[in-house]
């Protein structure tokens, strides 16, 4: 996935996610390690650099950005890092590196997800203290809908509930809304509410974020499903662990399919968005990121018949 952000932004941005994760002196050792090592193994920072590029181009400056997209990023690693356990996922790779729990334990790993998560949360609400109360209660309450038990974690638990079970590509949709849209909207809509956005960019923002999770997670699915440890940087799980997954589901043609309608429905919802405001159009070179990333995934075979199985 390429960068959103130029090269010194994206400079800005990886001294800011590990400036902002100041650790006490005396903190214990290896949760010292832990954190210090798993903020500083950057992946493609795709959220973070949303969340930046979306306030920049609003005219909000750097460091307010950097702190935006720091939360963002945090909460991001959290989950990882649970996604990652033993009783969740069972990885033994992320990012070309052995998970936090295959080399802390499971029992620092969990700390220093919630210390990420704790220090996430401390970030944003200093982000919200300056807004109108209107803006920052919007705001708050947005977060929890998406970090809590309606987003995120309603994701994670329809995913452990459903596997070994015989999984529509709806539902495998649904858990997509959670564990992956989720996110995304967050990023989009607190952006927008601290840009101070209208209600019309914030609602199509809304339609935006959920068919962009979905889309992360169907070429996800069919990563898990073709890539090896070496080439994707983590552990292939769903075949293994028969978790949902879009392919298993379905097929190949039936999820190119499914891109195909979601690229589509997202492009209707940014002309739409770009209409009210056009410093939202960088958002379609997403859409050409993700395009570029189906044609690897995809057989062309599979491609032609969009038109009839769509």
């Given at each position: ?18 400036a ?13 390690n832990?954190l ?22 609003h ?71 300056d ?9 708050a ?159 062309p ?10």
């Amino acid at each position: 996935m390429t960068a959103l952000l130029s090269t010194n932004e994206l400079k800005l941005l990886r001294r800011s996610i590990s400036a902002n994760f100041k650790l006490p002196l005396q903190t214990e050792e290896s949760l010292s390690n832990m954190l210090t090592i798993g903020v500083g193994n950057f992946g493609s920072l795709i959220r973070a650099q949303l969340a930046y590029k979306c306030l920049s181009m609003h005219g909000i400056g750097a460091k307010r950005a950097c702190k935006l997209a720091c939360a963002i990023e945090y909460f991001h690693l959290a989950s990882l890092i649970f996604d990652d356990l033993p009783c969740m996922d069972n990885a033994q790779m992320r990012r070309h590196k052995p998970c936090a729990h295959i080399v802390f334990g499971e029992a620092t790993s969990i700390l220093g997800a919630l210390a990420l998560i704790n220090r996430a949360y401390s970030i944003l609400w200093s982000l919200f203290e300056d807004l109108p109360q209107e803006r920052s209660r919007a705001c708050a309450k947005l977060t929890e809908e998406c970090i809590g038990v309606a987003g995120l974690i309603q994701g994670q638990a329809k995913d452990l509930a459903l596997r070994h079970a015989d999984v529509s590509l709806r539902e495998v949709d649904e858990i997509a809304r959670g564990k992956t849209a989720a996110l995304f909207r967050l990023t989009l809509l607190l952006s927008a509410h601290i840009a101070g956005a209208t209600a019309g960019e914030i609602h199509r923002l809304s339609r935006f974020s959920y068919a962009l999770g979905s889309m992360y997670q169907l070429l996800d699915d069919v990563k898990d499903i073709n890539n090896t440890p070496s080439c994707s940087g983590k552990t292939p799980r769903d075949a293994v662990l028969d978790s949902p997954n879009a392919v298993l589901s379905a097929s190949k043609p039936a999820v190119a399919a499914r891109l195909e309608r979601l690229m589509q429905i997202s492009s209707d919802v940014l002309t739409s968005l770009e209409q009210r405001n056009r410093r939202w159009t960088f958002l379609r070179a997403l859409l050409g990121q993700l395009e570029i990333e189906r044609e690897k995934l995809f057989d062309p075979r599979d491609l032609p018949n969009l038109a009839k199985t769509a």
